[in-house]
């Protein structure tokens, strides 16, 4: 048998400096990296396909075995399982920019140590996309309603939270590729991994979904490796000081732009889409977010000179509220959707207030009239409650009400002769450092601005086989469900709100 | 009828089977990546501090309207693909034991072992490190996730094959008192024999076009070169010389060269198909391609004539083994439709 340290010691030194031709700089980055790092996992390819394929062999195996001969995912509750339409695609997305982050790591970073320990995450990236579209997929085909499980990966392109995902996630691989290990290992692995993928299971268990925690564990058992990547790069970059200024914009920038997605989506996800109820997503934040990864791993790194985000304290504010403004938007706006919405019950309104005192003062008259407001045969939806809709930030590409209505920092700017909203202090500020990586893409208004919404929904394919009902239902009543007419009777046209809003003065 | 439950929607309706039925492989795989032109019509949230986007259309000089619509010939993703390298490795693993604990290592031919082995079989490793790093960014750049998905596979595949031979080594320096492994990295460098393989490995490395490198590895370096090293003096002199292992390790590394040549060639009757609107431009790419790729190629397999000579008889001959290697290559264009291979030896 191979002593794998020292099999380990051979391997890394495959790399040598080229002489003959110059290796392109194909990932011009700002950082200094010393090569004196260790990969505390020590790949050998031969013992990680072992390992791997064990891990493969129990998770497909228990989809395929028990889980859909007992029927489970057809029995799990209906509401937590049509948000799982729109996490997935979500989650595979950041999946894939990962092993893209990773193969341009692999590329810049010259340290065979780290290398190693990128390859093994490229593939494990791979694993993960593969796995989750596998659930998804294993979904459609054992879940009762399968609709928008059967081409979520087509609608995320035109769905104004997947398209918030994607700003996000693109952080993991578009930009130096030291920010894009700052935004996948360092942020959101580290701190983000343990809520989306084992809080959620929990929640999944508690609603008889065992498929979802099934694949979630067997990816988060890769994450340790990734975290630890992470943790050693960044190990290795804050032992030059030169890399620290650097390192704290674009640690800035990382924190929040994770947040500013992650942070409501994965609340609205956790706290409205339980039917059995346990903790709520604030609860998880202070434990993972809060605690672990600012309190701890964080802080273990500040003797080197890292501190705390500089927007943490604010982001941590903000979470209390976030996802239940994200959520009441998503729901207002159902028919643009491609999941079922289950309206908030007595029962719902009590834990709420339990976990988030003074909910049902802020939120509560939204859902009494939300729940008047299901029954096509009433001829409205929740988005009439709303005077004016808020408009989508440049940045983040979230709606500029959070982190709620009444709280929101949103902004108006004009620079290059457009008008961009801003949903907050540190979205502004990362679009004032460099305002040209921001407006390639329209928001979501801005792209579909004068549309009808049953033309919308028709265009984006968000009808189901029937090519009469829609997708998105904002019940789960099976019997009178939203058709393409109840929508076009209500003659409704998609406005950019920005239009209407003056472009302020900066301040 | 409910609306709910609907048959139509019990599997994956936005991928275009390229058979009658969806695969796994298709359905775990295909429109992962954004398309700005397909599904994903806002294009990029973000670009680099430089101005680039998450992908670039012309990382490659090849043009195709639909880069989704490639598809692996071996079907593979990440399940299967570690559980052919998973069973690979296996019986790489039991073997290496079986050959210690039977001491065939220990009786292994010093020559075989010094000359080969350890001589340019370990140089080798250092050339499939480089293949590695090669196809980390080209798997990055690919203009679909098919594509990317199948350059990553390759990738890990050079990484594997460079970790086996260091690992054989390891073995062997366990079983015998005679030998260590000493060196290599410094070899690599200096030596002269293997710097014309170091400057392909190089060139390989710089290469940009994603798909370049995929044409060059695929249809030129390593039909020739790897055919001409892995295949000949290491997977056939191994059987010779009492060394399994080596065989054994070249012969994984063979398939694994096979699928990836097949990869290659569905690559190009892609790009070449009747229909397309570039074929013209992208056969005069591809030909373009291989034909630096070839002369590179067999400047370094040439280079290595004095190695098959030096190496201790029985050992196949370099000329014939070469020629062999030439002629299968040239039939493999000339079934492509592609000059640009230059004449056989």
């Known amino acids: 048998m191979h002593d794998l340290v020292e099999a380990h010691d051979r391997v890394k030194d495959f790399d040598w400096a080229p002489s003959y031709v110059e290796k392109p700089n194909r990932y011009p980055t700002k950082y200094k990296i010393p090569n004196r790092t260790k990969d505390p996992f020590r790949h050998l390819i031969r013992d990680y396909c072992s390992m791997e394929q064990e891990k493969d062999d129990r998770q497909y195996g228990a989809l395929s075995d028990v889980i859909a001969r007992a029927n489970m995912p057809a029995r799990a509750s209906q509401r937590w399982t049509e948000i799982l339409k729109v996490v997935l695609p979500v989650t595979s997305f950041g999946e894939y920019a990962a092993m893209k982050s990773s193969g341009q790591l692999i590329d810049t970073v010259d340290n065979a140590e780290l290398r190693q320990g990128y390859m093994a995450q490229m593939l494990d990236e791979v694993r993960h996309v593969n796995q989750e579209v596998y659930l998804a997929r294993y979904l459609a085909r054992h879940s009762r309603d399968p609709e928008g499980f059967d081409r979520g990966y087509k609608l995320r392109g035109s769905n104004m939270f997947t398209r918030a995902g994607r700003a996000a996630l693109e952080g993991f691989f578009v930009g130096d590729p030291i920010e894009g290990a700052l935004n996948l290992q360092v942020v959101t692995e580290t701190a983000y991994t343990n809520p989306i993928f084992v809080a959620m299971t929990e929640v999944a268990a508690m609603n008889g979904d065992q498929a979802t925690p099934t694949v979630f564990l067997s990816v988060q058992s890769d994450e340790a490796r990734h975290m630890a990547n992470g943790y050693s790069t960044l190990a290795a970059i804050v032992s030059n000081p030169d890399n620290l200024p650097h390192l704290e914009t674009d640690f800035n920038r990382a924190f929040w732009r994770q947040h500013a997605f992650l942070d409501p989506f994965l609340g609205a996800v956790y706290d409205y889409f339980q039917e059995e109820r346990g903790t709520s997503y604030f609860e998880k934040w202070q434990e993972w977010v809060a605690e672990d990864w600012a309190g701890a791993y964080i802080a273990r790194l500040e003797p080197f000179g890292l501190k705390a985000p500089k927007h943490f304290e604010g982001a941590a504010e903000r979470v209390k509220w976030s996802g239940h403004t994200a959520a009441m938007f998503a729901y207002a706006a159902w028919p643009l959707q491609f999941w079922r919405f289950d309206p908030m019950t007595e029962r719902d309104f009590d834990w709420f207030e339990s976990k988030y005192p003074g909910w049902y003062g802020l939120y509560g008259k939204f859902w009494e009239e939300y729940r008047r407001m299901c029954d096509p045969a009433n001829g409205t939806i929740p988005l009439s409650l709303f005077e004016s809709l808020p408009p989508v930030c440049r940045v983040c590409h979230m709606p500029c009400i959070l982190p709620r209505p009444d709280l929101s920092a949103m902004r108006v700017r004009e620079h290059g002769g457009r008008k961009h909203a801003l949903c907050s202090d540190a979205c502004e500020e990362f679009f004032l450092q460099e305002p040209h990586r921001y407006q390639a893409a329209p928001t979501f208004f801005e792209e579909y601005d004068g549309i009808g919404l049953a033309d919308f929904i028709q265009a984006n394919g968000l009808l189901r086989a029937d090519g009469k009902t829609l997708m998105a239902q904002p019940w789960l009543n099976e019997d009178r469900m939203w058709t393409i007419d109840d929508i076009r009777a209500l003659n409704i046209v998609i406005r950019d709100p920005l239009h209407d809003l003056p472009a302020e003065a900066r301040t | ?345």
């Open chain 2, 1 to 345: 009828m409910s609306a709910i439950a609907a048959e139509a929607a019990r599997d994956f309706t936005f991928i275009r089977p390229r058979k009658r039925r969806l695969t796994e492989y298709e359905a775990v795989t295909v429109h992962q990546q954004p398309e700005p032109g397909g599904f994903d019509p806002a294009g990029w949230y973000l670009l680099t501090p430089e101005g680039r986007p998450a992908w670039k259309s012309d990382s490659t000089r090849l043009d195709h309207s639909d880069w989704f619509a490639f598809r692996d010939p071996a079907a593979l993703w990440q399940r299967t693909y570690v559980r052919l390298q998973a069973e690979q490795e296996r019986s790489i693993e039991r073997a290496s034991e079986d050959a210690a604990e039977s001491g065939l290592l220990a009786a292994m031919d010093p020559d075989w072992l010094n000359r080969v082995v350890a001589g340019p079989y370990r140089m080798w490793s250092f050339f499939e490190y480089a293949l590695f790093r090669a196809f980390a960014p080209a798997s990055r750049e690919a203009l679909s996730d098919t594509l990317g998905n199948a350059l990553c596979f390759q990738g890990f595949d050079h990484m594997r094959h460079a970790q086996a031979i260091v690992l054989h080594l390891l073995v062997i320096e366990t079983a015998r008192t005679d030998f260590q492994d000493r060196n290599a990295k410094a070899r690599w460098l200096t030596e002269p024999a293997w710097q014309p393989l170091r400057r392909l490995a190089e060139q390989l490395i710089a290469t940009e076009d994603w798909a370049e490198l995929a044409v060059a590895v695929n249809l030129a370096v390593a039909p020739i070169l790897s055919r001409l090293v892995v295949g000949g003096l290491v997977g056939r002199g191994a059987a010779l010389h009492g060394d399994p292992v080596s065989a054994l390790i070249a012969m994984t590394a063979e398939r694994d060269r096979r699928r990836n040549q097949a990869c290659g060639v569905e690559l190009v009757r892609m790009v070449m198909a009747e229909d397309l609107p570039s074929r013209a431009q992208n056969r005069s790419v591809l030909e373009e391609w291989i034909a630096t790729w070839t002369r590179r190629a067999r400047e370094a397999a040439e280079s290595l004539a004095p190695v098959f000579a030096a190496a201790p008889a029985p050992i196949p001959a370099f000329d014939a083994f070469y020629a062999e290697a030439l002629a299968d290559r040239a039939k493999l264009l000339a079934d492509l439709g592609l000059a640009g291979g230059g004449q056989a030896a």
